[in-house]
């Protein structure tokens, strides 16, 4: 019987001018029922974020960022989510936004391992 799992991921976009299209990818959030996992990881590559847009809020995008860390991560960090179950935070995170972070589509996989597989999307989509 095998171990693998399916998992849910969607990427996290900085999107600093909406009217120009252009986006950065900036983290990956990663659900899996089977784990009971849910997680974010994030890397923002700063200066291809400012080449997009010189005058972006830096600041206000590393707070939006730590903000995503923080409702997966649960406890006091997800404010009114801390009572929420993994699937119903990553499915209130994957809503669409009009925010300069926001998700992009949700993509499926296999896994065990659900927190390597987060780093692992990682490394392959954004860093």
């Known amino acids: 019987m095998s171990d693998r799992?399916?998992?849910e991921y969607a990427l996290l976009r900085v999107v600093p001018r909406v009217?120009?299209?252009?986006?950065?990818?900036?983290?990956?959030?990663?659900?899996?029922?089977?784990?009971?996992?849910?997680?974010?990881?994030?890397?923002?590559?700063?200066?291809?974020?400012?080449a997009l847009d010189p005058d972006v809020d830096l600041p206000g995008v590393r707070a939006a960022l730590r903000a995503v860390e923080g409702v997966c991560a649960g406890g006091d960090a997800a404010g009114q989510a801390a009572g929420d179950d993994p699937g119903?935070?990553?499915?209130?995170?994957?809503?669409?936004?009009?925010?300069?972070?926001?998700?992009?589509?949700?993509h499926?996989?296999?896994?065990?391992?659900?927190?390597?597989e987060i780093e692992r999307l990682l490394d392959l989509l954004v860093r």
Not at 108 to 116: F, H, K, Q, R
Request: proline residues 6%.
């Open 88 to 106: 119903r935070r990553f499915r209130w995170l994957i809503a669409p936004r009009s925010t300069i972070v926001r998700p992009g589509p949700v």
């Open 19 to 50: 009217e120009r299209g252009e986006r950065v990818n900036a983290g990956v959030l990663l659900y899996c029922r089977g784990r009971s996992y849910v997680g974010a990881r994030t890397h923002l590559d700063e200066t291809r974020l400012l």
């Open 108 to 116: 499926t996989g296999l896994t065990t391992d659900p927190a390597a």
């Open 5 to 7: 799992h399916v998992f």
